[in-house]
Nanobody
Framework: QVQLVESGGGLVQAGGSLRLSCVVSGRTFSTYAMGWFRQAPGKEREFVAVISRSGRNTYYAGSMKGRFTISRDNAKNTVYLQMNSLNPEDTAVYYC?????????????????????WGQGTQVTVSS
């Protein structure tokens, strides 16, 4: 059974930073491309970032470029999301997700339906 467990969320002031972590168990971590999504109240779940199986490739949603950094440690079965220059519009539940992909990453990486496993989410709240 595959499990994804996020941590690192919390309350932060605008302009601050948080680092989210997601530990994956139950299957060889390096077989997954890993993504982060977020969902704000009343809004659809949206793509944040993805990192390829080896970590060589990363892609970000436009509003996150330059502020967020996704990384992974395959030895620790963990993916990270470093979030800087946070603003109140970043307030959401953040989810990590695993995509079983034969290649480094799959072309549908920005679509939540592409992903095979999900964590329970961690709340990030940014105050103004």
């Amino acid at each position: 059974q595959v499990q994804l467990v996020e941590s690192g969320g919390g309350l932060v002031q605008a302009g601050g930073s948080l680092r989210l972590s997601c530990v994956v168990s139950g299957r060889t971590f390096s077989t997954y491309a890993m993504g982060w999504f977020r969902q704000a109240p009343g809004k659809e779940r949206e793509f944040v970032a993805v990192i390829s199986r080896s970590g060589r490739n990363t892609y970000y949603a436009g509003s996150m470029k330059g502020r967020f950094t996704i990384s992974r440690d395959n030895a620790k079965n963990t993916v990270y999301l470093q979030m800087n220059s946070l603003n109140p519009e970043d307030t959401a539940v953040y989810y990590c997700a695993a995509n079983i992909c034969a290649r480094e990453y799959c072309s549908g990486y920005a679509m939540f339906a592409e992903y095979d496993y999900w964590g329970q989410g961690t709340q990030v709240t940014v105050s103004s």
